[in-house]
């Protein structure tokens, strides 16, 4: 929608000559939630697309992913046969409520920002241990994981005028079996719950659990849980307040089916 | 910047926060719609450099140095204005074939997105599509297009074109995104105006400063309560001024719900209007609030129209309270026989309450207007409305104009489903225009369409119903409390006719009802499809259900014994003689074909075995037109190329009329519906039509027309008849010539000549539905999965297969969005949480099954050429039918709509685990007799 009150557009064409923030300031990634809804406090945009970041970076050391990268940039993605956890790239860029037209526009690091419960890049890249790194106004570069960047519902531990700059995830996520799991109130809606299973090389099982909590949880569980094992290690980890509560789901059904989808992992990661 | 638009290299100076699609419609793109302005509806899409995005998303300083293809340039280049290309898209010919369109406002985008949609991405739509939304079709229709599958025959090739697949008179335009609907227009000088809304549930407004708003650069004017005409008036519109409560202002010094009109801003722009809104200074005394419809009729209840105030509004005449409460809007009571002695009588009684929400129109066009005065100082307004002779008469009581003096008109109108039976925007532009003499556009945005529009009434439902052990209904009790919101408009009618047609249907010695509609402070409700017959019939249909369970008799043998047939009375609580007659009969035959398509019909297999199946069934009876006279006009000339033109009332919204009209007319006069021109909604072209509501496009205006269109032929060949000297009998029009014993005339010989008829509405008859579903529903998560639809339905002749078949598989499928997903959340201060369609979620295409559709065969004696009418009454039996299927495969009897997967697997689980757990004594109990 047209945004009436941005007077200006900024196109920084380096990081090092980024406009001082001002109160009315955002970043302009893809847009796609920026010009869904009346903005009346903001003034100017400033395009993190005129930087032109490279989108990603295949390394030994893992998959670098700009901010900037866009959904339909990540889906298309030819990764190393090893990183046999790539399957869930695909899984989560569909558990994206927009369509493929939004994928065109929408970015990865905007969904981060974001921070809707719903957000399945954060699912993506917290399973696979994505960790931020974010710079702020002096050019200083500090680093967190994608499980602590996410506080609460669009509350992000990004300060005044930082810029989530990439989400990198090491191989050894990538080379992990996984299982993921997603359930909405109707079949391409928004996620009530999205369960997402890794098995490491000692098989330790790691269950991540978006969309039906307020934030990203992630809880180790070990190696071969039984089924008891598993819905105690979920009720120790998320506070009844801690299950989230908008249209999409109520909040003790987001509980009823997470434990369903993760009893549902457990089993495939099993066999 | 430059940017190139369907091959045009064009000029653009976009404003820094504008997004593509203002831009576009700006250079005159107005293919180009805006739907929800948030994403979400896809309605916007265009491809920029190939790649289809939505274009209310992408800022437009984005499109610099690009290639945009809109819908008008998909073909070809184009000029923007100029001539479409010379031929179509395959994709815009495969939706014209299919006719993958109602209303036609979602389809520029459809068509764009299907265009770029590769072979995988065409092989799972509900993927493919989840970014645009349809309300009309259900998207099988939509389906097909993308498939090539071609439904609709040639016009030109359709002599009797009664019975045939005609697509609608605007397709080409429709496809091509050149229908012009309600703002697709550049109009020079044109004002914007905005309106700010209430942020209290209830307030007096005690003083709005205008100063800053005044002094916001571009701002031309503010009005507020006092600025407006004195008199009180009703949105809702109705042949009858006086069934509606006059209790509303156009704007007020009170407020009664979060989002009514406080004030409104006229600017030269529409960023100006909003910068005037944000500036307004108001000052409220907020004053406790009514919320909750349960408590409306306590002592103590804060009242939504204080009689402390003002003068309460003089009750709407249809269903007027009998009680004396000043939250009471509306009241009905009747009864006959006595139902306690009937009670008394049954084998088998059941009584539950059931509760329905409130739901949204969500048609894809929203509310909008532009006015301004034409050449003779006449004040115009072209308006997305359904009733575009009611709004002139209001606009003319309002300002106290003569009719002459105001003209409403339509263009094409992007859905309705009775949300356009009101009158939202038109009297605030009357106002801007008649103060300042310039043109003025209101366009209501999406979040105003859910937060300040209407909805359909909230409603429960104590229904008790008795039988004995034959299934034979002895007594039906119905007690009916409605929310009527703010305001009462549609309070009575929708309290009257939902309490009407669901008895009705039924033969039962005894029957009483008791309804109440009652103010609150929540947005209006208002005309909803159904019309209070969906809520109504939700609670009857699942009892009647219950019924038939507990005397283990079929659902549909439950049915046959005991609703009306041909020579019963058709009472609901009156004995008072009436005009619902017995045109044709055809609900014997939907249950039939219903109950033999529902067993042959295999459907989808469930998931995996551990889903529950079950089936389930519903009817619905509708009379055709609203009580108490429903009026068209309608005139046609034959011209002198030999060709007709034909001026109707009625708005086209996606109902499909005009194609009905061109049909109706021509086989009347014998010709092909391509040689009839159609002029419509414009209360210049008859002297008056009451509107498209209640059904009533097919069954009056096309009385009306299909009247004058008989007369007209009368006249031609009495005509040829004198000229030639022979026997006007032996007179027959042929397409372009009369054939006369002594040879061909051409019809341009008589040519001008014209008839006029008209059609009062009166008697009325009834038509059928009857809606069957087989499901699968997860025993634990409560996801419910439609493995098999069947609708099957008493329309009469039909006059268009493939365009009735879309009315059914579109109402089936708004429904199933009520019945499955809809829901308005409101947060603690009465305020609309859900303002979106990410948030208020509409069926998509992966949302909706296929569902089968079947006619029956009944000829009516009533409507045009044995027609009845078939546009609201699919939506009515869908919600029951799923109740009772999801009944059916897991024991959970549901009251409440919608039957959301978080709503409903506690109920769910518990009623498995009970059969269960009956099943494993039933099978102890047999262990024990069998070891005996």
């Given at each position: 929608m047209d945004l009436s009150g941005i007077t200006s557009i900024i196109e920084p064409k380096r990081p090092d000559v980024l406009p001082d923030w001002q109160d009315g300031d955002a970043w302009l990634a893809g847009g796609t939630w920026l010009f869904?809804?009346?903005?009346?406090?903001?003034?100017?945009?400033?395009?993190?697309?005129?930087?032109?970041?490279?989108?990603?970076?295949?390394?030994?050391?893992?998959?670098?992913?700009?901010?900037?990268?866009?959904?339909?940039?990540?889906?298309?993605?030819?990764?190393?046969?090893?990183?046999?956890?790539?399957?869930?790239?695909?899984?989560?860029?569909?558990?994206?409520?927009?369509?493929?037209?939004?994928?065109?526009?929408?970015?990865?690091?905007?969904?981060?920002?974001?921070?809707?419960?719903?957000?399945?890049?954060?699912?993506?890249?917290?399973?696979?241990?994505?960790?931020?790194?974010?710079?702020?106004?002096?050019?200083?570069?500090?680093?967190?994981?994608?499980?602590?960047?996410?506080?609460?519902?669009?509350?992000?531990?990004?300060?005044?005028?930082?810029?989530?700059?990439?989400?990198?995830?090491?191989?050894?996520?990538?080379?992990?079996?996984?299982?993921?799991?997603?359930?909405?109130?109707?079949?391409?809606?928004?996620?009530?719950?999205?369960?997402?299973?890794?098995?490491?090389?000692?098989?330790?099982?790691?269950?991540?659990i978006t969309a039906s909590t307020r934030c990203p949880v992630q809880i180790a569980i070990g190696p071969t849980p039984s089924a008891d094992t598993l819905r105690e290690e979920i009720a120790g980890a998320i506070a009844e307040a801690d299950w989230y509560d908008d249209v999409h789901g109520a909040p003790d059904w987001r509980r009823h089916v997470t434990l369903l989808l993760a009893e549902e992992i457990r089993r495939e990661l099993a066999r | 910047m430059r940017l190139?638009?369907?091959?045009?290299?064009?000029?653009?100076?976009?404003?820094?926060?504008?997004?593509?699609?203002?831009?576009?419609?700006?250079?005159?793109?107005?293919?180009?719609?805006?739907?929800?302005?948030?994403?979400?509806?896809?309605?916007?899409?265009?491809?920029?450099?190939?790649?289809?995005?939505?274009?209310?998303?992408?800022?437009?300083?984005?499109?610099?140095?690009?290639?945009?293809?809109?819908?008008?340039?998909?073909?070809?280049?184009?000029?923007?204005?100029?001539?479409?290309?010379?031929?179509?898209?395959?994709?815009?010919?495969?939706?014209?074939?299919a006719q993958g369109f109602q209303c036609g406002f979602c389809t520029p985008g459809m068509i764009m997105t299907a265009a770029a949609l590769d072979q995988a991405q065409r092989r799972d739509l509900g993927t493919a599509l989840k970014g645009n939304l349809c309300r009309c079709t259900g998207y099988r229709a939509?389906?097909?297009?993308?498939?090539?599958?071609?439904?609709?025959?040639?016009?030109?090739?359709?002599?009797?074109?009664?019975?045939?697949?005609?697509?609608?008179?605007?397709?080409?335009?429709v496809v091509a995104g050149r229908a012009a609907y309600t703002l697709d227009l550049a109009v020079d000088d044109l004002l914007h105006l905005k309106v700010l809304r209430s942020p209290h549930a209830h307030a007096h407004i005690l003083r709005i400063d205008r100063e800053a708003a005044l002094a916001v650069p571009g701002v031309v004017a503010v009005f507020t309560h006092e600025d407006v005409p004195a008199q009180r008036f009703s949105t809702g519109r109705h042949q009858i001024r006086a069934d509606d409560a006059p209790d509303t202002l156009m704007l007020d010094p009170i407020v009664r719900f979060v989002g009514q009109r406080v004030a409104a801003v006229l600017a030269e722009s529409e960023a100006a209007a909003e910068a005037g809104v944000r500036a307004l200074v108001v000052t409220y005394?907020?004053?406790a609030a009514l919320l909750d419809p349960e408590i409306a009729l306590t002592a103590d209840a804060p009242l939504v129209h204080d009689p402390g105030d003002r003068e309460p509004p003089r009750p709407g005449e249809d269903a007027p309270p009998i009680h004396a409460h000043p939250n009471l809007a509306a009241e009905v009571h009747g009864a006959i026989g006595d139902v306690e002695t009937g009670f008394a009588e049954a084998a088998l009684v059941y009584e539950e309450e059931y509760v329905t929400q409130r739901v949204q129109h969500a048609h894809l066009e929203t509310h909008g207007a532009i006015g301004w005065?034409?050449?003779?100082?006449?004040?115009?307004?072209?308006?997305?409305?359904?009733?575009?002779?009611?709004?002139?008469?209001?606009?003319?009581?309002?300002?106290?104009?003569?009719?002459?003096?105001?003209?409403?008109?339509?263009?094409?109108?992007?859905?309705?489903?009775?949300?356009?039976?009101?009158?939202?925007?038109?009297?605030?532009?009357?106002?801007?225009?008649?103060?300042?003499?310039?043109?003025?556009?209101?366009?209501?945005?999406?979040?105003?369409?859910?937060?300040?529009?209407?909805?359909r009434h909230p409603m429960r439902v104590r229904v008790k119903l008795g039988a004995r052990k034959d299934g034979t209904l002895t007594a039906i009790s119905l007690k009916v409390l409605a929310n009527t919101g703010a305001y009462a408009n549609h309070a009575g009618g929708v309290l009257h006719h939902g309490c009407n047609e669901c008895i009705s249907a039924y033969n039962s010695p005894n029957k009483r009802v008791e309804g109440y509609s009652v103010y609150t402070h929540t947005l209006p409700s208002g005309a909803f499809r159904g019309y209070g017959?969906?809520?109504?019939?939700?609670?009857?249909?699942?009892?009647?259900?219950?019924?038939?369970?507990?005397?283990?008799?079929?659902?549909?043998?439950?049915r046959r014994r005991n609703a009306v047939r041909p020579g019963d009375p058709m009472v609901s609580t009156s004995l008072e003689p009436h005009d619902v007659e017995y045109g044709s009969y055809g609900l014997d035959q939907c249950l039939d074909l219903a109950q033999a398509a529902l067993a042959e019909h295999s459907g989808e297999a469930p998931p995996d075995p551990s889903w529950l199946v079950?089936?389930?069934?519903?009817?619905?009876?509708?009379?055709?037109?609203?009580?108490?006279?429903?009026?068209?006009?309608?005139?046609?000339?034959?011209?002198?190329?030999?060709?007709?033109?034909?001026?109707?009332?009625?708005?086209?919204?996606?109902?499909?009329?005009?194609?009905?009209?061109?049909?109706?007319?021509?086989?009347?006069?014998?010709?092909?519906?391509?040689?009839?021109?159609?002029?419509?909604?414009?209360?210049d072209a008859v002297p008056h039509d009451t509107g498209a509501y209640g059904s009533t496009g097919t069954v009056v205006a096309g009385q009306a027309n299909h009247r004058a269109a008989l007369a007209l032929s009368v006249m031609i060949r009495e005509a040829a008849a004198a000229r030639q000297g022979v026997d006007p009998d032996a007179c027959r029009l042929a397409m372009d010539a009369v054939e006369t014993p002594m040879g061909r005339v051409p019809l341009s010989d008589f040519a001008p000549i014209e008839a006029t008829a008209t059609a009062d509405g009166s008697p009325r008859s009834v038509a059928f539905n009857?809606?069957?579903?087989?499901?699968?529903?997860?025993?634990?998560?409560?996801?419910?999965?439609?493995?098999?639809s069947i609708q099957a339905a008493d329309a009469g002749v039909v006059i268009n297969p493939m365009q009735c078949r879309g009315q059914v598989e579109g109402g089936v499928a708004q429904a199933l969005g009520a019945a499955l997903y809809e829901d308005y959340r409101f947060a603690e201060d009465g305020s609309v949480v859900t303002q979106t369609f990410r948030n208020y979620h509409i069926p998509a295409c992966a949302d909706v099954p296929e569902t089968r559709v079947l006619f029956a065969k009944t000829y009516d004696r009533v409507g045009p050429l044995g027609a009845k009418s078939m546009s609201e009454s699919p939506y009515n039996p869908v919600a029951p039918a799923l109740a009772n299927a999801i009944r059916d495969a897991t024991g959970a009897r549901l009251t409440a709509t919608p039957f959301a997967p978080d709503r409903i697997f506690r109920q769910v689980m518990q009623a498995v685990a009970d059969r269960e757990a009956r099943a494993k004594a039933d099978r102890s109990e047999a262990i024990a007799v069998a070891s005996l």
């Open positions: 869904s809804e009346p903005q009346p406090h903001l003034r100017r945009l400033i395009d993190l697309a005129a930087l032109e970041w490279a989108p990603s970076t295949v390394s030994d050391e893992g998959l670098a992913l700009a901010a900037t990268c866009t959904i339909a940039q990540l889906d298309r993605l030819e990764l190393p046969s090893g990183w046999i956890a790539s399957p869930l790239i695909g899984e989560c860029c569909r558990a994206l409520l927009g369509s493929f037209k939004i994928w065109n526009r929408a970015t990865v690091g905007g969904n981060l920002c974001m921070a809707l419960p719903a957000g399945p890049m954060i699912a993506l890249t917290a399973a696979l241990d994505g960790v931020c790194t974010i710079v702020s106004p002096n050019a200083a570069e500090r680093r967190v994981s994608v499980i602590d960047f996410v506080l609460g519902p669009q509350k992000t531990t990004l300060g005044r005028g930082e810029i989530l700059r990439s989400i990198s995830m090491p191989a050894e996520a990538l080379g992990r079996r996984t299982a993921f799991r997603r359930i909405s109130l109707s079949p391409n809606g928004r996620s009530g719950a999205l369960v997402i299973g890794t098995l490491d090389a000692d098989q330790n099982l790691t269950l991540t | 190139t638009v369907n091959g045009q290299a064009q000029e653009a100076a976009p404003l820094p926060g504008q997004c593509l699609r203002t831009l576009l419609r700006e250079l005159g793109w107005f293919g180009v719609k805006k739907g929800c302005d948030a994403g979400d509806c896809g309605a916007c899409t265009v491809h920029v450099d190939g790649e289809p995005v939505h274009s209310c998303l992408l800022p437009a300083f984005k499109a610099e140095g690009r290639a945009v293809t809109t819908v008008e340039g998909l073909a070809g280049t184009c000029r923007p204005g100029g001539g479409a290309p010379e031929n179509r898209h395959p994709m815009q010919e495969a939706f014209l074939n939509i389906r097909d297009a993308i498939a090539g599958t071609a439904h609709a025959e040639a016009p030109q090739s359709c002599e009797a074109p009664v019975g045939r697949n005609l697509p609608a008179p605007a397709s080409a335009a005394a907020p004053r005065r034409d050449a003779e100082g006449r004040l115009v307004v072209r308006s997305s409305t359904q009733v575009p002779f009611l709004t002139r008469d209001a606009l003319c009581d309002l300002f106290g104009l003569e009719q002459s003096r105001v003209r409403v008109l339509c263009g094409r109108v992007g859905g309705g489903f009775g949300g356009k039976q009101e009158m939202l925007t038109e009297d605030l532009v009357a106002l801007a225009v008649l103060r300042t003499g310039r043109p003025v556009k209101w366009e209501l945005t999406r979040q105003e369409q859910f937060t300040a529009t209407t909805t017959l969906s809520q109504t019939i939700f609670a009857i249909e699942s009892a009647m259900d219950e019924l038939a369970r507990g005397l283990g008799i079929d659902p549909f043998e439950m079950g089936e389930g069934m519903a009817m619905a009876m509708i009379d055709t037109i609203p009580p108490r006279g429903h009026y068209a006009h309608a005139r046609i000339r034959l011209e002198t190329d030999g060709r007709y033109a034909l001026s109707v009332g009625t708005a086209e919204f996606g109902n499909g009329t005009s194609t009905v009209h061109g049909q109706l007319a021509a086989q009347a006069l014998a010709t092909t519906p391509d040689r009839i021109r159609l002029t419509q909604a414009d209360t009857v809606q069957a579903f087989r499901v699968a529903v997860h025993p634990a998560s409560g996801e419910v999965k439609i493995l098999a």
